[in-house]
C-alpha cells in the first residue's frame, strides 16, 4: 500500500475505536520487554531442568517458579500491556499517564521477583511480602481500568462485561495464592485452594480476557463484522464452564460436563476463525489466523485432556495460551510503532491501520505458528512418554523464540519506516 492510498482510505475510514486515546509507548512497551525476558527465562528453566515437567516433579519449588515465571511473568505482564492501549482506545477514554505505568511496573516487578526469590530461597517473609506487592498492585490497576470502563459512553455489551469477568477473576486468582502463600509461610493455616486459584487464572483472566479481546482484533484482521457470529456465544460457555468448575469441589461428577462445556466453546471460537478468515474483505488473507486457530486447538486438547491427565492439561493451556501471545503481538506491535510514526510526521493518526499493513509481516505468525507447533509436540512427547530430551529441546527452542519474534517485527519495521520517510520527505 503506497503513501497516496494510505491517505485516501484513512480519509474514508469509519473507526470504531478512537486511537488518539492511544497511551505513551512506554507503558505497553516496559510490560511487553519484561514479558519476553521472562519467556526466556522460562525457556532456560526447561533447557536446564527438563525433568521438573515430569510427573514426581510437578510440585517442587523449582517447577513452581517457573511455571508462575510464565503465568506471572510472561502472560500476566503481557496482558498488562495490552489492557493500557486497548482499553483506552475501545473504551474512548483517558489513558494511564506514563508516570502511574511506570509505577505500576515497578511495584508489579519487584513483587514478582521477590515472590520468586522467596519460593527459589525458601524464605518465609520474601514469598507472602512479594505476594501482597503483586496483590497491591493489581488492586490499583484495577480500579483504573473499572474507572475508565464506568466513565466510558461505549454502551455495555459482550464485550465490556468479559473484560469485567477478567478483572474480577485476576484479583480472585491472588486472593487464592495469597491465602495458600501465607500457610506455606507459616503464618496461617494451609488451605487448599490450588483448583480454585487455577480456575481463577485460567479460565476467568487468561481465556476470558483473551475471548474479549478477540472480538476487536479478529474483526480487524480480516475486515469483517463479528456481530454475526455471536460472539457472546463462547463467553457465556466459558462463563458457565467456569462457574461449574467451582462447584466440582463438592459435586466430583461435574468433571465430564465441564469438557463438553469447554470442547464446545473452543469449536465454537474454531468456526467463528474459520468464518471471519474465510469471508474476509481486506485485500490479502491475514496468515495470523493460523496462530489463532492453532492455539485454540490446543486449548481444545486442553479440554479433552481435563478427563484423563489434568497437568497435560496445564501445559496444553500454556502453549495456547504462549501461541496468542506471540501471534497477537505480531500485529500489535506493529502498529503501536506505525502510530508511534504517524504522529512524528503529523498524519492522520488512523493512517497508522494502513501504516501497519506494510509494517505487518506476513511470514511471522507462520513461523510463530510452526514454532509453537514444534514447542507443543516436544512437550507433550516428553510428557506422555516420561523423558527429558524433548523438553529440554522445547526448552532450546522457547529461549531462541523471542529473540526471532523480535528480530523479524524489527527488521519488516526498519525496512518499511524508510521507505514511509523517504516517501513523506519527497
Known amino acids: 500500500m503506497d503513501i497516496e492510498t494510505m491517505k485516501k482510505h ?8 478512537n486511537i488518539r486515546q492511544s497511551p505513551h509507548l512506554i507503558g505497553p512497551a516496559l510490560f511487553f520487554v519484561a514479558a519476553w525476558l521472562s519467556i526466556c527465562a522460562v525457556g532456560l528453566s526447561l533447557w536446564l531442568r527438563p525433568s521438573q515437567l515430569l510427573e514426581n516433579a510437578l510440585t517442587t519449588n523449582f517447577t513452581i517458579v517457573t511455571v508462575h515465571m510464565l503465568t506471572l511473568g510472561f502472560l500476566t ?32 516487578g519487584v513483587g514478582l521477583l521477590l515472590f520468586l526469590l522467596g519460593f527459589s530461597a525458601h524464605h518465609a517473609m520474601l514469598l507472602p511480602f512479594g505476594a501482597l506487592l503483586m496483590a497491591l498492585s493489581i ?20 464485550l465490556t462485561w468479559t473484560v469485567c469477568i477478567a478483572l474480577f477473576s485476576i484479583n480472585l486468582t491472588w486472593i487464592f495464592g495469597l491465602a495458600m502463600v501465607l500457610g ?7 488451605l487448599h485452594l490450588l483448583p480454585e486459584h487455577l ?26 463484522k463479528m456481530h454475526t457470529l455471536r460472539p457472546w456465544l463462547p463467553i457465556v460457555l466459558a462463563l458457565t464452564g467456569w462457574i461449574l468448575q467451582f462447584a466440582r469441589r463438592w459435586i466430583p461428577t461435574l468433571a465430564l460436563p465441564i469438557t463438553l462445556i469447554w470442547t464446545l466453546t473452543a469449536l465454537v471460537v474454531l468456526w467463528q476463525i474459520y468464518s471471519l478468515s474465510k469471508h474476509h474483505q481486506s485485500p490479502k488473507w491475514d496468515t495470523v489466523f493460523i496462530g489463532v486457530a492453532l492455539g485454540w486447538l490446543l486449548w481444545l486438547m486442553a479440554a479433552i485432556e481435563l478427563l484423563y491427565d489434568p497437568s497435560l492439561t496445564i501445559a496444553l493451556l500454556v502453549l495456547g495460551a504462549t501461541t496468542f501471545v506471540f501471534t497477537y ?41 510452526s514454532l509453537a507447533f514444534v514447542i507443543s509436540a516436544l512437550i507433550v512427547w516428553g510428557m506422555m512418554q516420561q523423558i527429558r530430551e524433548p523438553i529440554a529441546i522445547a526448552g532450546i527452542v522457547i529461549v531462541f523464540w523471542p529473540l526471532i519474534h523480535v528480530a523479524l517485527m524489527g527488521y519488516q519495521i526498519i525496512v518499511q519506516r ?6 513523506h520527505r519527497a
Not at 139 to 158: C, G, H, K, Y
Open 10 to 17: 484513512a480519509g474514508e475510514y469509519k473507526p470504531t475505536i
Open 77 to 108: 505482564m503481557t496482558m498488562f500491556g495490552v489492557l493500557y492501549q486497548w482499553l483506552p482506545v475501545v473504551f474512548d477514554v483517558v489513558s494511564a499517564s506514563p508516570s502511574f505505568m511506570i509505577a505500576h511496573f515497578l511495584v508489579y
Open 139 to 158: 488492586v490499583i490497576f484495577t480500579i483504573f481500568a473499572l474507572n475508565r470502563i464506568m466513565s466510558s459512553t461505549r454502551p455495555w455489551d459482550e
Open 184 to 190: 506455606l509461610s507459616g503464618l496461617t493455616s494451609y
Open 199 to 224: 480456575n481463577a487464572a485460567w479460565v476467568g483472566w487468561i481465556i476470558m480476557l483473551v475471548l474479549a479481546v478477540q472480538i476487536k482484533l479478529l474483526p480487524m484482521f480480516s475486515l469483517a
Open 329 to 369: 503481538q505480531s500485529r500489535i506491535v506493529p502498529f503501536l510503532l506505525s502510530l508511534v510514526m504517524v504522529r512524528q510526521i503529523r498524519h492522520k493518526e488512523f493512517s497508522a491501520f494502513f501504516m501497519a499493513q506494510r509494517f505487518n509481516s506476513h511470514l511471522l505468525p507462520i513461523i510463530n505458528a
Open 418 to 423: 524508510g521507505f514511509f520517510l523517504s516517501r
